[in-house]
């Protein structure tokens, strides 16, 4: 099968590689395409390894079709997506959503599936509640969005340019500000506070996150964009009586990922019906130009999710 391999210099080469054997309540999946995320830029450069037992490739996300029964679905990966085989526990799957290209379903489960397990799960995000959601733009940031628009939330996110204001509240964003020309702590505190923060940047937005929160607030630490460390005030945290919380999907075991997968499907699966939630799709790549897709991400300023083309388009 082909597949894109790291080289030890942190590159992404074309190879072809031996099929995945599937093990005991595993399933093969014939890939049509895979999402493009953070975690697989920083795994190309070293900083992100596979959990133990996982593929050593990238890719956190696939569509295609169970090579068992046929059926068009949706898989969550611990790695291995950028190829045109995975193995995956059979718990991963969902099917594909309804009225949706295969193509544009590889980037739905794992945003979806990070905003249920993190705004709903973990943070208890109810109606009548405000959120600040970080990198409204991103992949997870368009999806957050949506999603807590349809939990009755009021939302606030963060962006990188004017123009991207006028994206994010078409996507339903009640308070938008550029990051770069506004005093975002000053501006969410005069706005009321969050009582849910979503957070990709990690240690240097500690202090700052924590004064925006509401009493009983919750801090929800996604990434670390900006680094793994930085000054948390406990004081402050404590007066509030707030939650800093710290997660991640990849790691987490099948029967985990299977209980988020289930929630996502009852919660999130009917808004892409309807389309009530829609998943904005930046570009389309082949597999073979996976360097330039992740260097969108590295980049910045796109607008929801990047795909790579695994099979051919008439397969």
């Known amino acids: 099968m082909r597949a894109m391999t790291i080289t030890e210099d942190h590159r992404l080469e074309l190879a072809e590689l031996p099929e995945p054997v599937a093990a005991p309540g595993e399933v093969l999946i014939d890939v049509v395409a895979a999402g493009v995320n953070r975690a697989d830029v920083a795994q190309t450069a070293g900083k992100y390894p596979p959990p133990p037992g996982a593929s050593e490739l990238p890719g956190l996300e696939v569509s295609g079709h169970r090579r068992d029964t046929g059926e068009a679905v949706v898989a969550l990966l611990a790695g291995g997506g950028y190829a045109e085989v995975v193995a995956v526990p059979e718990g991963q799957l969902l099917p594909a959503p309804e009225n949706m290209e295969l193509t544009d379903a590889a980037g739905v489960v794992e945003v979806c599936a990070t905003v249920v397990s993190n705004l709903v799960l973990e943070g208890g995000l109810a109606d009548g509640q405000t959120v600040l959601i970080h990198g409204g733009t991103g992949g997870i940031g368009t999806v957050a969005i949506q999603i807590a628009r349809q939990l009755g939330a009021r939302v606030m996110t963060t962006?990188?340019?004017?123009?991207?204001?006028?994206?994010?509240?078409?996507?339903?964003?009640?308070?938008?500000?550029?990051?770069?020309?506004?005093?975002?702590?000053?501006?969410?505190?005069?706005?009321?506070?969050?009582?849910?923060?979503?957070?990709?940047?990690?240690?240097?937005?500690?202090?700052?996150?924590?004064?925006?929160?509401?009493?009983?607030?919750?801090?929800?630490?996604?990434?670390?964009?900006?680094?793994?460390?930085?000054?948390?005030?406990?004081?402050?945290?404590?007066?509030?009586?707030?939650?800093?919380?710290?997660?991640?999907?990849?790691?987490?075991?099948?029967?985990?990922?299977?209980?988020?997968?289930?929630?996502?499907?009852?919660?999130?699966?009917?808004?892409?019906?309807?389309?009530?939630?829609?998943?904005?799709?930046?570009?389309?790549?082949?597999?073979?130009?996976?360097?330039?897709?992740?260097?969108?991400?590295?980049?910045?300023?796109?607008?929801?999710?990047?795909i790579l083309q695994v099979a051919a388009r008439n397969a």
């Open 159 to 306: 962006v990188g340019s004017d123009e991207a204001i006028t994206q994010v509240r078409e996507l339903g964003a009640d308070h938008a500000w550029n990051r770069h020309t506004t005093d975002v702590p000053d501006a969410v505190r005069e706005a009321g506070g969050a009582d849910v923060i979503l957070d990709i940047v990690g240690g240097p937005a500690l202090a700052d996150n924590v004064t925006m929160l509401r009493e009983h607030g919750r801090l929800i630490i996604i990434g670390t964009l900006g680094g793994a460390s930085g000054e948390l005030p406990v004081g402050m945290l404590m007066g509030k009586r707030a939650r800093v919380i710290g997660t991640t999907l990849r790691s987490r075991p099948t029967e985990s990922k299977r209980e988020i997968l289930q929630r996502t499907r009852e919660l999130v699966w009917p808004m892409l019906a309807d389309g009530t939630v829609n998943i904005p799709i930046h570009a389309t790549f082949e597999l073979e130009e996976a360097a330039a897709a992740q260097n969108v991400l590295r980049e910045g300023g796109h607008l929801g999710k990047v």
